[in-house]
Every structure is written in C-alpha cells, then in structure tokens.
C-alpha cells in the first residue's frame, strides 16, 4: 500500500523547489525539420508541474520528435525550450536529466542480466561518478526507490525474469530517482493486460501526488481519457487541439488525430453498368477436410468480407488461391481465363495479390529504399535480358509513388523514415506494380493505430474504385467489415453459410450471424 | 535456494561426478603427481581464459589473442636476446604492455566502424601472426638460448615431493599468479563501475549508452585487458616451457573458449563468472588430460574440445533462452 504520508513530505519537498505559478516546461513555437521533411510545425507545448498530460497522435505525427526535443536529444530547427519559465540554448541530454526529465521509452531501456537492485541504482551511481560499488549503497537505493512507490519486489531477481508490468515498474522507479519532476511515458500500456493498466494508473497517480509531472504519450483513446487531466493531439508535426480532458471525447479525439469522422462511411459498390465477366470465379473448390463446394464470384471494384471464427477455412481459401495450397479440385478462373497457381510466383502472374495475417508491415524491408521495396515483388516485370531495365522501374515507382501519395521527399527514402500508415502504402504500391487484379487481404489492419487504419481503408477502397481492383477482405473486426465491404460472406467449417448484402449491412446484424455459428 | 540453480554449482557438481568417474577408471589420476601436473596445465589456459570471459560479458568474442600472445611472447624474448637484458619483471611487463597495445587495435575497430567482433579479431590475429613470421623471424628460441632467468623463475615450486619411483615433481608457484589474477578479476567486475559496465553493455548495449555509461572505455578496457592478459600468459607459457616458438598456440584459442563456455558464461553476453571459469578451465584441462592419460589420439582430442564447445554452448544458449520466454 502506499503510504500517504510518505507521499505528501515528497509533494512537499519538490514543489517547494520551485515557484508554484512557473510552467514546468514550455515548447515555444518549436519546428524541427529533417532536411526537406518537417517533423514537427511550430508546436507549442505546456506542462505545468504536477500534472498529467497526454500526448495524442497517430504514428508519425510528431510524437517521438517531441520527446527528442524534450529529452535534449533533437536541437529544434526553430523556437524555444523553456524550463521553469527561462529560456535553454543548446540542450543537451545531460541538462534535459538534470533538470528531471526522466523518458521511460517503450523497451524500457533496462538490462535484462542484470538484478532489480542495480537497475534501480546504476544510474544514480553513473551520476555520481562513482569508480567502485557498495553492493549495500545499490540495495538501499533500490529499496529507497521502491518505497517511493510503495511497491515490493525481489531486489535480487534478474529483470528479464519479471513479466512486462514488472520491468516497467522497474524502469519507473528508476526514473523517479534523482530529482525527477517531469517522466515521459511512450505509449506505457502497449503490451499491458487491463489489470496491469490500472495497476500502472495507480502509480501514475502516486506519482504526481509525489508534485511529479507526466507526459502520456499514446494512442489508445480510453486510455487518456481514464488517466490524463490534459491533452495535446498533434497531427502531421502540426498541434491541432489542446484543453482540458473534459472538452475531449472519444469522437473527438479521433477527429482531432485524424482529422476526419471515422464513422458511417460505407463502402457502395455500383456494378458497372455492362458487367461481362467477373474479375474472380471461383466454381465448386473443394479441399478435403479443409474446404466445401467454394462458389465465390468478385467483380471490378467490390470489396467483398469474408468473415467467420478461427478455423473456419478463411485462410485455407486464401492460401489455395494464392498458390500455396494447390492441391484443391474446382475451377478458378481470373478475368475469364482459367489459372491454377501451384506457387506463388505463378499466382503473382496470374493476376492475384496476397497480403497475410499480421500487419502489413511486416513484410517490409525497413532499412532499404521505398522504391526498392515497392519493387521487391515485381522486378521481373522490369527485366530487360538479364539486368534491371532502370528507366522502366523508375518511372513505373515514380508514378507510384505520387499516386499513392507517399508523405517523404522521394522514392529514395528508406522505408524506416515512414510513418506506419506511410508505409503500408509502400506495401500496397508493390502489389498493384504486379499488375495485380485481386487483392486478397487477411487481417489487413490488426494492431494498427486508428488514423493508419483509417489510411489503409482509404486506400483499399481507391484501389477497388479507381483500379478496378476486386478485393476480398478477411477480416475478425466487424466495424472493419461492415464499413468497407459492399457485401460479407460469413464461412463456417469449411464452407459458405450466409451472406450479408449490402442493404442488411450492419454491426448487429453481422455480430448476430457470427455469434449464431458458436 | 538460489546457490542451486546457479551456474557455477551444476558445474561444480559436473566436475566432481567427472574427476569421480575418472578416478574410478584410471586410480592414477589422484595421485598427487598427476594432480599438480593438472594444476600446472591451468595456468596459461586459465589466464587468457579470464580475458576471454571479459570479452564475453561484453557480448563480444575473441580469436586473437593467442596471436597476441604469441608475438608477445616472441618480441619480449627477442629483445631480451638482444640487449642481453637480465631482469624478470620487466620482461611481463613489456609483454602485458604488447598484448594491451595490440588489444586496442581491436577494440578501435569494433567500436569506431561498429564490426563484428569475430571477424576483427580474426583479422588483427592473422595479420599479428602474419607479421610476427615475416618480419621478426620464424626460428624457435630453444633451451640453449632462452634466457635462464625466465626459466628459474617458472621453475619455482610452492611444494616439492618425491614420487614412489623416485622423481621429483612439484607444484608450480604460477598458480598463485593465475588464482591472483582470477581474484583481481573478479573483485574488478564485481566491485567497480567499469566492470558493471561491462555486464550493463553486454545485456543491453543501446540501454548502457543510455543510462550515461561510457561505452566507448568499456569496450577499449575490454580488449585491452584480454590481450593483455594474452601478452603476459605468452612469455609465462614460454618460460615455463622453456622455448619462445613463434608458431605456438595454434588452435589454442579453441581450447581457451571452450573452457569460458563451459564455465557457463554466455555467447549472448551478459553473463559469466570468474569461479565458473576457474572450474570449465580444470574441467578442459582435465578432460584432455584424461584422454592424454587413456592415449587417445591427438586428433581425437580435438573432437572433444569442439563437441565441448557445441555442447555447452547449446546448453547455455539453451538457459538464456528459457529465461527470455
């Protein structure tokens, strides 16, 4: 339990080192721009002491910039740091720890070898430039800073072997050593379970009764509406609202992030006026043990869902058309000609594009170009002889690169410099660069924050408007379904159960046809 | 409690069930005789073992420095030769000093172009060697020649006896030399910042820079001291066996990584023991010495010493694995 009084004397103690009316810290009009790209837009920022502040964006919004700036590892382009109401020049990472900014990054930054006692103690030590160790010194500023959050733990347990809730509790009492008045958390509960959520809430709390501010960095909206009093949503390196957590919410924070409505956008598909031939006909697939008397028929520009519980033959479906599961009877005909693809290469020619499970990303190769990488699945198609024909590939990754509206100063940029939404865009570019007329995606957004879902969904159906591109989306996430999709087939044991048309077309109506297969 | 699951106790415990069985096989081997002579062939493999445990704390490897040991040992004996020089200590000295300066050739690369550290020191040893054949010589300074004092001075016994059938044997006072050095090390790694720093780098070398630790002095400290290690355990080794052969330690630097695996420290970085150490170094040396002793064939012992090294690598990499998940 923490104890109250303990608390109060350390509220005490720190606020009476600095004038209560004096910001913490302030972000004037500050810029920060990498070459041509600009990261961050003339922010303005305020922490004031004791507070708990959430920082909202999207991937690539500017968030991680800011931190940098905070913790004196980015120079801004322009603009001034203020600490305590006085401006810095030249701030470094140095003076950032010694005027109590503590940044608890994602990883922690812990050593996983080493006992909870000296990952607590190390940095004090460092700090005081000390030569030699006193175990005991290491263990009493271990249990000094545990107290300080009234938590216990095994001093001498190796950090690797505390589950993720542990080690963050770790990397948080280490932070609030020293004299911290301000600890950046990026994105704190990404790999927490609920119980552990609200078991870092309470520390939080404890922590700004100790007068220490906060900075949640995140972008899971309940999450800051539950914990922070005020929020900043930055978006595009721009700051597009601030105020109190009451003015905020959900909705308005989606907006803010993204800078859109996300909701009631359905997909409509209108047939083409003369439909000759479907873009995918699937006739009588059958797989035995694993697929029934496949009938599927997709046309230009539908993006049709394909939903079910786990093992309901989705994917079975998917990899047999793509090539990796060929042993399947039945016809499958693209564009009217008949394919049969018993690798994935044959069905790469044939017409049919294949993202999997996980997230799009995952098959991206981040430290290499974005050219390179929308190349990586076509670069036959560029051969000329033996060589890469260069003027071929290049205007080809050009054009793409301006259509799909890539946000980087060219083709050249490493896919690491991308935000996430970005660059799922590259992943897309190489699909459509192989000519690719059916796009089949599994789980195409899991684990994607809301604005780079919204992106994505954008995309896709682009693709299936503008390219005339048949998509068929598998997909768990119902919302995700009803909003893109012009018509859903629900796929239960191996076969085609029911099918939701366009006009019954909803949450609850979906959910109940789902839940009726259980 | 924790004393069980510790590293260095299985190995302890290994290592008794191994001298029992052997003892049960071949009674010759706890004769006193046989004992010292054991401990004798500890020395120089056990003091560039505790470089080489260093070096694998800190995440990193290293295949030079018998290289570095060998040219130490040649260029010390050689100059001694030339100057006619007649001292003991400033011999070792210059050595070390060989050994530390070479060292930090490697670790100038490893940290300046951020190399691999396997494929530097596979380099800086070869080229060590190279140059050590081509410019300095390639002739073995013998017993006649090599210089008298280092030989007494390896000579010394801490305890003499005389066996049943009537030699002389003794136990060498070099062991203190290694055991000093063991404890030195230990107490370094132990008890100062840069030895933690060491584990700290070697665990999380991004979270190292981080928290404040100067990287670059732990990784020059690193290499420097397992070569210097190496510098000093080539002249002993010369000294003890009284003859300076520009060729020695071949494939000897298997042997020493061997020992280090074996005495539990991890190829991940990170973890490690001088006491583990102490005791993969007698298991090695007594396994081969067993093999010697059973006449197994040479060839025959380096398939032992590479099924070691795969053996108890797969087993460490197997512990620190499971304590990931």
């Given amino acids: 339990m923490q104890d109250a009084s303990v608390s109060l004397m350390f509220a005490g103690l720190h606020r009476s080192g600095e004038s209560m009316s004096e910001n913490l810290l302030e972000l004037k009009n500050v810029s920060k721009r990498f070459g041509g790209l600009v990261a961050l837009d003339n922010v303005s920022l305020v922490l004031k002491p004791g507070e708990i502040h959430c920082l909202a964006g999207e991937n690539g919004s500017g968030k991680s910039t800011i931190i940098k700036i905070m913790s004196g590892v980015y120079t801004p382009t322009d603009g001034e740091i203020l600490i305590d109401g006085k401006p810095l020049t030249g701030f470094t990472p140095a003076q950032s720890v010694q005027q109590g900014i503590q940044v608890i990054y994602q990883d922690f930054s812990l050593f996983g070898n080493l006992t909870v006692a000296e990952n607590l103690a190390l940095n004090t030590l460092l700090l005081e430039g000390k030569k030699s160790v006193s175990w005991k010194r290491i263990r009493d500023l271990a249990t000094k800073a545990l107290a300080r959050l009234g938590v216990t733990m095994d001093l001498d347990a190796d950090v690797e072997s505390l589950p993720t809730s542990g080690k963050q509790i770790v990397a948080i009492a280490r932070a609030m050593m020293g004299d911290a008045r301000l600890i950046i958390m990026d994105e704190p509960t990404t790999a927490l379970t609920r119980p552990e959520v609200d078991a870092l809430f309470r520390i939080v709390r404890d922590i700004q009764a100790q007068g220490i501010a906060v900075l949640f960095v995140s972008h899971k909206m309940r999450e800051m509406l539950e914990i922070s009093e005020r929020l900043t949503v930055l978006r595009n390196g721009k700051k597009v609202a601030e105020g109190p957590i009451s003015d905020f919410n959900e909705a308005a924070i989606t907006r803010a992030m993204t800078g859109h409505d996300l909701t009631d956008q359905t997909y409509e598909w209108k047939p083409a006026a003369a439909i000759d031939q479907p873009r995918l006909d699937v006739k009588q697939l059958n797989i035995p043990g694993a697929l029934e008397n496949i009938d599927l028929t997709l046309h230009a520009g539908e993006i049709v869902g394909l939903s079910g519980l786990i093992g309901s033959g989705r994917t079975e479906l998917a990899l047999a058309l793509f090539g990796m599961n060929p042993k399947y009877t039945g016809s499958v005909m693209i564009d009217g000609k008949k394919v049969h693809p018993k690798s994935v290469q044959e069905a790469i020619e044939s017409g049919l594009a294949y993202v999997p499970e996980d997230r799009l990303t995952e098959g991206l190769f981040l430290t290499q170009s974005i050219e390179r990488n929308m190349l990586a699945t076509s670069f036959e198609n560029f051969v000329s002889g033996i060589f890469i024909d260069r003027k071929k590939a290049d205007a080809a990754t050009k054009a793409m690169f301006g259509a799909m509206q890539i946000a980087a100063p060219g083709p050249q940029t490493p896919v690491n410099h991308l935000s996430g939404g970005n660059q799922q865009r590259v992943v897309l570019a190489r699909w459509l660069l192989t000519g690719a007329r059916v796009l089949i995606l599994n789980g195409p957004t899991v684990g994607v924050d809301v604005g780079s879902k919204a992106q994505i969904h954008r995309k896709i159906r682009e693709l299936a408007t503008q390219n005339g591109l048949a998509v068929l989306m598998i997909s768990d996430d119902v919302p995700e379904l009803v909003q893109n999709c012009n018509r859903v087939i629900v796929m239960h044991r191996g076969r085609f159960v029911d099918e939701v048309s366009a006009d019954t077309l909803n949450e609850d109506a979906l959910n109940d046809r789902l839940k009726a297969l259980k | ?325």
């Fill in chain 2, 1 to 325: 409690m924790t004393i069980f699951r510790r590293s260095e106790t299985i190995i302890a415990v290994i290592l008794l069930v191994a001298m029992v069985l052997i003892g049960l096989i071949n009674p010759a081997f706890w004769s006193l005789d046989n004992i010292f002579g054991l401990l004798r062939s500890n020395v120089i493999i056990g003091i560039m073992a505790l470089g080489v445990l260093v070096v694998m704390i800190s995440g990193g490897i290293d295949v030079s420095f018998t290289a570095f040991a060998v040219a130490a040992m040649y260029l010390t004996v050689k100059g001694m030769l030339y100057f006619g020089y007649e001292g003991v200590l400033l011999p070792f000295v210059v050595a070390t000093l060989i050994g530390l300066a070479l060292g930090a050739f490697n670790a100038f690369f490893i940290h300046t172009f951020r190399m691999i550290p396997l494929i530097v020191t596979l380099g800086t040893g070869s080229v060590v060697r190279g140059l050590l054949l081509g410019l300095v010589g390639t002739s073995i300074v013998n017993i006649d020649k090599m210089p008298p004092q280092l030989i007494n001075f390896a000579k010394v016994n801490l305890v003499n006896s005389t066996s049943a059938t009537g030699t002389n044997f003794g136990l060498t006072a070099m062991i203190l030399i290694y055991l000093g050095l063991a404890l030195v090390t230990h107490l370094f790694l132990r008890y100062t910042m840069i030895g933690r720093s060491i584990f700290a780098y070697g665990g999380a070398p991004e979270a190292a820079k981080r928290v404040g630790f100067d990287t670059r002095k732990t990784l020059l400290f690193v290499y420097c001291f397992a070569g210097a290690l190496a510098g000093f355990a080539g002249l002993l080794q010369g000294s003890m066996i009284w003859q300076a052969n520009p060729r020695d330690f071949a494939g000897f630097e298997l042997d020493v990584i061997a020992a280090v695996v074996l005495g539990g420290a991890s190829i991940f970085g990170g973890r490690g023991s001088v006491i583990g150490t102490l005791l993969g170094v007698f298991m090695l040396v007594m396994v081969k010495n067993s093999l010697i002793i059973m006449k197994v064939d040479t060839t025959w012992q380096r398939v032992v010493v590479g099924v070691i090294i795969v053996g108890a690598t797969a087993l460490t990499a197997w512990r620190d694995r499971k304590k990931l998940v």
